[in-house]
C-alpha cells in the first residue's frame, strides 16, 4: 500500500511534531510518498512499519533501507539496522500514522461524507461518490482502503484540487471507526445497515451497531448523521442521541424516515424508485444494477446528493454512471449463460439479497453456487442453514455448496422443501468438482449466482467457466 502525497513533500521532523513521536535522526529528510510495504519504499518514501498478528513491519525496516528508504515511523528501533536513516519513534504507529493524517487533514479543508456499513458500503461509496462528481471535484477512497491504515492514506493522498471527499470505513473491532471518522472529520455520515459480520469477533449485533455508531464521533459541528431507519437497533441509538451537536436523519425504505425509497421496481438491468423527501416526490430515480439492497444503496447516494445540493438531474445522471466493481454483483453474459459474480464477500444478508437478484433473472434455470461466509462465530452453522431455507424459499432450480459450511447451506436448504437431488455438495475449498459439474450441466438460457466470502476466492469458478470451451 503507498500512496503519493496530495499536498507535496513532508519531512521526518513534521511527521514528529504531528505525532509527537521522539526524533532520531536529521529532522530535515523529506519524502513525497507514504508506504506499509516495505517492498514499495524507496529514497523518496516513508515506510510506516505497523505490528499486526503475523508480520511485524519493524523486520523490514532493514529491507527498506537496501531500497534507499532514509524515513521512518515506527515503535522501535531494531537491531542491526544501518546509520544514516531518521526515524520517528512513537508508542503506536497506527495511532500516530492517523495523528499524522488528521494533521494533513487540518492543511486541506474539504467536506468529507464517511459511509458504513455491515452490508453494501463499498457499492454505497461508489454510487455516492458518482453522484457527488456531478457537482463537486470529488476525491474517492480507491478500491477497500477502508482500514485504520487504508482510510488515512486515503486523506493524505487528497490534492488540493478537490471540493469534496468520500471515505468508507470498515471495522473489525471496537475503536477502528472512531479512530478513522476523528481523523476525516465529516459533514456528513451514514451508517447502511447492521448485519452479523464480525459476530466472530463483538459477538452480537447490538455490539456491530455500537462500533458502527463510532463514525458519529468525529462527525463536525452541525454535521449529519444518515441512518438506516428501518434498522430498529439504529432508531433506539438515534433516541439517544437527542442533545448532540449534530442532526440525526433517516433513510427507509420500510418506515418512514427523511428520505424514503417508495414504488420499487426491477427492470432486467436496473433498479427503479421514488424518493418522498420533505414533502416532495422525486419520481424515476434509476441505477443500472438490480436489487432491493441496490435501491437502498442508491437511497443513501441520493439522500446525500440533496444534502449537498444536487438537483434531481444531478442526481439521476450520477447514479445512472454507476459500474459494479469487478466480483461486486457484476451481471454478464457468457455463451448465453446469465452470470452474477458476486464473490468479492459475503454475510447471511448479503448472500440473501443477491438470491433475490437470481430468483428475478429470466431464465430457464437458476443456479446457485454459494461458499462459506466467514466470521460468523458461534452463529455460523446456524446463519448458514438460513440461508440454504433462502435459497428453498426462492425460485431456484440447482445449488451447489462449498467449503467447510456448505454441507450447512445445503442441510437448511433440504429441511426447508429444496429436492435432495437438486443439491450438490462439496467440501472441498478447492471447489474443483464443482467447477467439472457446472461445466459439464451449464446450458445456454441458464443463470448463475456465484458467491462466498473473499477467502474462498470463487473468482476462480468465474474463470472457469468464462474460460471452458
Avoid at 421496481?265 to 438490480?290: H, M, Q, S, W
Amino acid at each position: 500500500m503507498k500512496i503519493k502525497l496530495g499536498l507535496g513533500s513532508s519531512s521526518i521532523g513534521d511527521v514528529c511534531d504531528f505525532c509527537l513521536g521522539e526524533l532520531s535522526g536529521d529532522a530535515g529528510v523529506t519524502f513525497e510518498y507514504v508506504c506499509t510495504d516495505s517492498r514499495e519504499a524507496d529514497e523518496n518514501t516513508l515506510f510506516v512499519a505497523t505490528r499486526g498478528e503475523r508480520v511485524d513491519g519493524h523486520d523490514y525496516i532493514a529491507s527498506a533501507q537496501k531500497l534507499g528508504c532514509k524515513c521512518f515511523l515506527c515503535e522501535y528501533i531494531p537491531q542491526g539496522v544501518s546509520e544514516g536513516s531518521s526515524f520517528c519513534v512513537v508508542k503506536n504507529s497506527v495511532g500516530a500514522f492517523s495523528s499524522l493524517a488528521a494533521g494533513y487533514r487540518r492543511d486541506n479543508r474539504v467536506d468529507t461524507v464517511a459511509i458504513t456499513g455491515s452490508v453494501g458500503k463499498t457499492t454505497t461509496k461508489e454510487l455516492t461518490s458518482r453522484v457527488l462528481s456531478e457537482k463537486y471535484k470529488l476525491y474517492c477512497t480507491e478500491g477497500n482502503f477502508n482500514s485504520v491504515i487504508g482510510m488515512p492514506m486515503s486523506m493524505m493522498e487528497m490534492g488540493p484540487e478537490c471540493d469534496m471527499a468520500v471515505f468508507e470505513m470498515g471495522m473489525s473491532g471496537f475503536g477502528e471507526i472512531s479512530l478513522m471518522s476523528r481523523v476525516a472529520t465529516p459533514k456528513i455520515a451514514a451508517v447502511t445497515n447492521i448485519g452479523t459480520s464480525h459476530l466472530e469477533y463483538l459477538k452480537t449485533r447490538e455490539n456491530i451497531a455500537k462500533a458502527k455508531l463510532e463514525i458519529a464521533q468525529g462527525l463536525c459541528e452541525g454535521g449529519i448523521l444518515l441512518l438506516n431507519g428501518d434498522e430498529p437497533l439504529l432508531r433506539q441509538a438515534a433516541s439517544q442521541m437527542q442533545n448532540s451537536p449534530y442532526k440525526v436523519m433517516f433513510a427507509c425504505i420500510e418506515s418512514e424516515g427523511d428520505f424514503c425509497a417508495r414504488n420499487i421496481r426491477f427492470g432486467e438491468d436496473a433498479t427503479v424508485f421514488d424518493i418522498k423527501y420533505d414533502n416532495v416526490l422525486i419520481e424515476d430515480i434509476c441505477v443500472p444494477a438490480i436489487g432491493r439492497h441496490i435501491a437502498f444503496d442508491a437511497l443513501f447516494a441520493a439522500a446525500i446528493g440533496l444534502l449537498c445540493g444536487l438537483t434531481r438531474e444531478q442526481i439521476n445522471d450520477g447514479l445512472s454512471k454507476y459500474i459494479a466493481g469487478k466480483y461486486r454483483q457484476k451481471i454478464y453474459d457468457v455463451r448465453g449463460v446469465r452470470m452474477i459474480s458476486d464473490c468479492y464477500n459475503a454475510s447471511p444478508e448479503s448472500v440473501k439479497g443477491a438470491l433475490g437478484v437470481l430468483e428475478m433473472m429470466k431464465a430457464d434455470r437458476r443456479i446457485a453456487v454459494l461458499g462459506d461466509m466467514k466470521e460468523l462465530g458461534a452463529t455460523s452453522e446456524e446463519l448458514h442453514r438460513s440461508v440454504g431455507a433462502e435459497v428453498a424459499a426462492k425460485n431456484i432450480d440447482m445449488l451447489f455448496a462449498v467449503g467447510e459450511y456448505g454441507r450447512f447451506i445445503a442441510e437448511g436448504a433440504k429441511a426447508s422443501g429444496m429436492d435432495e437431488g437438486s443439491i450438490f455438495v462439496e467440501t472441498d475449498e478447492s471447489a474443483q468438482n464443482t467447477v467439472s459439474e457446472l461445466n459439464n450441466i451449464l446450458r445456454e438460457g441458464d443463470a448463475v449466482l456465484i458467491k462466498a466470502s473473499r477467502s474462498m476466492k470463487f473468482e476462480k469458478i468465474v474463470e472457469a467457466i468464462e474460460n471452458n470451451g
